[in-house]
């Protein structure tokens, strides 16, 4: 992976806080709060939230996979949520794996080499993908973990 593809781990809640929220989503997916309608100062105050758990860096989005995680004393579990964004960075998908995995089918031809579509074998191989990019991260040590701890 290079520095642009970087793999962000982010503690279960403050996965959902930010990628099961409207108003994170709309910052996430707009360069300006006009265009996020949104005040100004509330959509700074959620940017400079996005900035700190390095999300964003120089107003643009600074990964491509986020995977939600949890720990105790003595394990890290990577936990079925994670979002990542299409080979432009410009299209967010939000997946829960224990969930049905839906994908357009446009996307399922981007992530995949599979010239038919089969909805379960490519959203199989999509996520197959995605953590083959993960360990593949853990192994050559591109890997950001991000806490709500201090």
């Not at 503690?11 to 990628?19: Q, R, T």
């Not at 031809?109 to 360990?135: H, M, Q, V």
């Not at 050559?140 to 201090?150: L, S």
């Amino acid at each position: 992976m290079s520095s642009s593809e970087n793999l962000i781990l982010l503690e279960e809640n403050v996965f959902s806080k930010i990628f099961h929220n409207e108003m994170y989503l709309k910052v996430i997916a707009n360069p300006d709060y006009k265009l996020a309608k949104m005040s100004k100062s509330y959509y700074y105050y959620i940017l400079n939230k996005l900035r700190k758990i390095d999300l964003l860096s120089d107003n643009k989005l600074n990964f491509t996979i986020v995977i939600a995680f949890s720990c105790d004393k003595f394990t890290i579990k990577l936990k079925p949520l994670m979002a990542f964004l299409d080979k432009r960075k410009k299209l967010l998908y939000i997946i829960n794996i224990r969930e049905k995995c839906y994908i357009e089918d446009e996307i399922l031809k981007e992530f995949t080499t599979l010239n038919s579509i089969n909805r379960n074998t490519n959203c199989k191989k999509i996520i197959e993908n995605l953590y083959n990019t993960i360990l593949n991260s853990l192994t050559n040590g591109v890997i950001h973990v991000k806490t709500e701890r201090k």
